[in-house]
């Protein structure tokens, strides 16, 4: 089957030809007849199927041409970064019409989203929080809103998105087309389906997601603590040259990324604590070869769309399957090949096993020859909590015992107490609530997630 089969008008043919799609990917082949017919759709698709231009090119068939303003297209999306790469999607594949779009979403000024919100754009691409803080100030206007679609629908509900999109419902028409997109389709999301979709075409929707086709994965067991020097040791070895490296947390992001600093491996991370100009750059710089590494946690992952990336790296073991699902399936994109490498530790055997249960067989074990297995690290990734705490605790202890000494000694020549007297007083008193205030905040930043 080709594109000329939709019958798509000749400026979409046009994007589509500039993006280089030569055949619609399986998605596209099954929901867009239905999508471009009107029907609400409700797909099970997988990362990286294409499902993006299965909803797109709908949108756009539907309002090339029209020169009216008013906001007639809705997609709703998890990430800040997902936005935006819908909304590159759709300004590429519309170069040739004159279909106006946004994104809303939150981390950047609100100024120039509430202008377009005003002026009425045809399509506007949203996170749902930033959206109803603006419809909440009466910025946006869906009378006319012709299509609605909620993309990673899963994901939405993971991080607690369900009750917003319900209020964003509320405010839209009851007449419009539906598409509803999901990796995976819990009970939350069917019930969700039930409520929004008038007699859905169903694609897909028996199959559970798994990863794309097209993937090599392999597990690479290690002990937790030379997880980095093993990182690097691959890194070294160019057996990897560009990577996407997942950590369980913002936290070991941040460590990570010093670590292969450090190492002289050009890098940078995403996550949820780096602003959004901050995950642009990032992102910018590693799309176009400027860093070798990028280091995210799994909210960030949602989105990151990078032509040709060749290998993925699960640093940590992701708690949820279905976050394996996406994390490898940024390599791979669109049926091309990739690899999908995982570090095990002997704690982490639990969660692959469950992998292995979806992925629907045992990944092959991997080790790397020459390196030192059972060598001892020079530093662990995370020094644990307590130890941190004892080792300050033992500094100032001995800081106190030489002020002290130093104290006993200018007693005893005659020297009067002078600044040096109320230095010691004022350590014993200030610095363990500090430390432990200090200690506190950023265990509790890591335990904050991802
Ligand atoms: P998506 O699943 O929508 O995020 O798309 C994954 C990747 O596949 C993106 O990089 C798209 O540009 C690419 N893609 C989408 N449709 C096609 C197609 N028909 N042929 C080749 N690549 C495509």
Do not use: W
């Not at 969700?192 to 169903?202: I, N």
């Not at 901050?278 to 799994?298: C, H, N, P, S």
């Not at 640093?315 to 976050?323: G, I, L, S």
């Not at 004022?426 to 610095?431: K, L, Q």
Request: proline share 6%; aromatic share 4%; hydrophobic share 40%.
């Amino acid at each position: 089957m080709s594109f000329s089969a939709f019958n798509l008008d000749p400026s979409l043919v046009r994007g589509i030809s500039d993006l280089g799609f030569t055949d619609p990917t399986p998605i596209q082949q099954a929901a867009l007849p239905e999508a471009l017919a009107g029907r609400d759709v409700l797909a099970a698709a997988q990362t990286g199927s294409g499902k993006t231009a299965a909803f797109v090119l709908p949108i756009l068939q539907r309002l090339h041409g029209r020169t009216e303003p008013g906001t007639r297209a809705l997609v709703l999306t998890p990430t800040r970064e997902l936005a935006a790469q819908i909304h590159e999607h759709l300004l590429a594949l519309g170069r040739h019409s004159r279909v106006t779009s946004a994104t809303v979403f939150g981390g950047v000024k609100q100024g120039p989203q509430e202008r377009a919100l005003r002026a009425g754009v045809n399509v506007v691409v949203a996170t749902p929080g930033r959206l109803l803080d603006l419809i909440g100030q009466g910025c946006a206007r869906f009378d006319r809103l012709e299509v609605l679609v909620l993309d990673e629908a899963d994901r939405m509900l993971d991080m607690g998105f369900l009750p917003d999109i319900r209020r964003i419902l509320a405010k839209l028409p009851a007449s419009r087309q539906t598409m509803l997109f999901s990796a995976t389709l819990p009970q939350p999301i069917v019930q969700l389906s039930r409520d929004m979709l008038r007699d859905p075409a169903r694609i897909n929707v028996e199959r559970r997601a798994t990863p794309a086709t097209g993937i090599s994965h392999a597990v690479l067991p290690v002990p937790e603590k030379l997880k980095s020097k093993l990182l690097v040791e691959l890194l070294r070895r160019d057996e990897v040259g560009t990577a996407l490296v997942f950590t369980r947390t913002k936290h070991r992001a941040n460590r990570l990324a010093l670590v292969l600093d450090k190492a002289g491996i050009s890098c940078d991370r995403i996550h949820g604590n780096r602003s959004q100009p901050q995950r642009e750059a990032a992102l910018k710089a590693f799309k176009t070869g400027r860093l070798r590494v990028l280091v995210a946690t799994d909210l960030a992952s949602r989105g990151i769309d990078v032509a040709d990336l060749p290998h993925v790296i699960n640093f940590d073991v992701p708690a949820q399957v279905d976050d394996y699902i996406h994390r490898v399936g940024r390599t791979a994109r669109a049926e091309a090949t990739g690899s999908a490498v995982t570090f095990v530790s002997p704690d982490d055997e639990p969660a692959i096993a469950a992998i292995e249960r979806v992925v629907g067989r045992r990944i092959a074990r991997r080790t790397i020859d020459g390196f030192d297995y059972a060598e001892k690290p020079a530093a662990a990734l995370e020094v644990p909590i307590a130890e941190r705490i004892a080792a300050i605790r033992a500094q100032k202890a001995g800081e106190r015992a030489r002020a002290k000494v130093n104290a006993e000694r200018r007693a005893r020549n005659g020297t009067p107490s002078g600044s040096a007297g109320n230095k010691v007083s004022a350590h014993p008193a200030a610095a363990p609530g500090g430390a432990r205030a200090r200690y506190r905040s950023s265990n509790q930043r890591r335990n904050a997630g991802r």
